[in-house]
């Protein structure tokens, strides 16, 4: 439902919205839950998006929706210090093998990925609607794997983008640590990455995403 833009909400109907919005990713986007938070505990470091150089993501300098071509960390801090407040949002992977197990994860972790992206999108939408119109959603995962199954990033090649309204940058090429998002939330992470890790030793995986609202 759309809603007239205002000039200053109160802070009672920007938390109620909030809340809303909570409910909205929770029980039809199907997150596995979605925390509000204030978006001043968001913590932007530059050694997160230099992990996306060293060592060299494949996608790294090959998606215009990962680094070199996202904002510097500078200019991100500075965004971020404009709003408020945050949803944070999770979806839990099952089963784990498709993040921990390197032999199947690089083809299933993108259906993961791909349906975490439209759930941000479905949400920073809903904010638009909401009168939020500044909202921003940042998912994970790099979008020329799950949107473009690792083929050239059509934006970088021709200014046209293939999935405009649902790719997504993660918060991770943003420069925003989503370990500590999570923490931040009071989830439990693992740090699974790029070398084989045995799915026994995995107790659970999961995407971690963010919607600045206000």
């Not at 039809?28 to 150089?53: F, G, H, N, Y």
Request: charged share 25%; aromatic share 8%; with cysteine.
């Amino acid at each position: 439902m759309l809603e007239k833009i205002v000039p200053c909400k109160s802070e009672e109907k920007i938390k109620e919205d909030l809340l809303k919005l909570v409910t909205l990713a929770k029980k039809e986007l199907q997150a596995t839950d979605a925390v509000i938070i204030p978006a001043s505990k968001v913590v932007v470091d530059e050694r997160v998006k230099m992990k996306c150089a060293v060592p060299r993501c494949f996608n790294y300098g090959s998606c215009a929706n990962c680094p070199p071509y996202t904002p510097d960390v500078e200019t991100v801090r500075n965004t971020i210090s404009k709003y408020s407040y945050a949803i944070v949002v999770k979806r839990n992977v099952t089963p784990v093998e498709h993040f921990a197990d390197r032999t199947s994860s690089l083809t299933n972790a993108k259906v993961h990925e791909r349906e975490f992206a439209q759930i941000i999108a479905k949400l920073e939408n809903a904010a638009f609607s909401a009168g939020y119109y500044l909202a921003l959603g940042l998912a994970g995962g790099s979008c020329r794997n799950y949107l473009c199954n690792d083929k050239v990033c059509q934006y970088l090649d021709s200014g046209r983008c293939r999935y405009i309204r649902i790719a997504r940058p993660s918060v991770e090429a943003y420069g925003i640590d989503a370990f500590q998002l999570a923490v931040e939330a009071g989830w439990d992470i693992y740090p699974i990455g790029p070398q084989h890790v045995s799915p026994k030793e995995v107790p659970l995986a999961l995407n971690v995403g963010i919607v600045f609202i206000t």
